[in-house]
Antibody, heavy 120, light 110 residues
Framework: QVQLQESGPGLVKPSETLSLTCTVS????????WSWIRQPAGKGLEWIGR???????NHNPSLKSRVTMSVDTSKNQISLKLNSVTAADTAVYFC??????????????WGQGTMVTVSS | QSVLTQPPSASGTPGQRVTISCSGS????????LYWYQQFPGTAPKLLIY???QRPSGVPDRFSGSKSGTSASLAISGLRSEDEADYYC???????????FGGGTKLTVL
């Protein structure tokens, strides 16, 4: 079955760029949207953005233009970059597949998440 | 401050029926599908309900979803100790052009 695995540095310095990769295994990333979602400790879920395998992106307006997402279909990977990070960006970051067909709009498969701490 | 409003907590005893509410507006719940996610501590959320009231394969029929106007609810009947988790509602928001989540409800099984 399709599995997602996030990877990247667990510690990022303030004002620097957070970079994460989500590797999809057990299936193709084609024909789906893929999202990044984060969750600060003890808090709720926040949608960061989504990307299609054609490269079309949407992101949460609250993050302004700090978000960059990309897709590498040859590696079955989706990437996230969040620049100018502050302590408020400390969270568990999840990648998730956006379902299609009957599951359209649902985050039907999730990665296990990766904790990112912003601290000097 | 979440776009969708959920009670922060809910509780029930084993065997009881509990409901968790989710309220929004015409730009989100009122015009789009509603989803529910279940999250256990330290794990990723899991899709529980899609398209307002549909259960993915493997989700017990003790879980049911409903939507009316700009509000929705998740009902759990025959409450079990393993249902103790956080529950999040989510939907698309036409104004924000993106999905939005409720703040989550922590369900405690007494």
């Amino acid at each position: 079955q399709v599995q997602l695995q996030e990877s990247g540095p667990g510690l990022v310095k303030p004002s620097e760029t957070l970079s994460l990769t989500c590797t999809v295994s057990g299936g193709s990333i084609s024909s789906y949207y893929w999202s990044w979602i984060r969750q600060p400790a003890g808090k709720g879920l926040e949608w960061i953005g989504r990307i299609s395998t054609s490269g079309s992106t949407n992101h949460n307006p609250s993050l302004k233009s700090r978000v960059t997402m990309s897709v590498d279909t040859s590696k079955n990977q989706i990437s996230l970059k969040l620049n100018s990070v502050t302590a408020a960006d400390t969270a568990v970051y999840f990648c998730a597949r956006v379902g299609s067909g009957w599951y359209v709009g649902a985050f039907d498969i999730w990665g296990q998440g990766t904790m990112v701490t912003v601290s000097s | 401050q979440s776009v969708l409003t959920q009670p922060p907590s809910a509780s029930g005893t084993p065997g009881q029926r509990v409901t968790i509410s989710c309220s929004g507006s015409s730009s989100n719940i009122g015009s789009n599908y509603l989803y529910w996610y279940q999250q256990f501590p330290g794990t990723a959320p899991k899709l529980l309900i899609y398209r307002n009231n549909q259960r993915p394969s493997g989700v017990p029929d003790r879980f049911s979803g409903s939507k009316s106007g700009t509000s929705a609810s998740l009902a759990i009947s025959g409450l079990r100790s393993e249902d103790e988790a956080d529950y999040y509602c989510a939907t698309w928001d036409d104004s924000l052009s993106g999905p939005v989540f409720g703040g989550g409800t922590k369900l405690t099984v007494l």
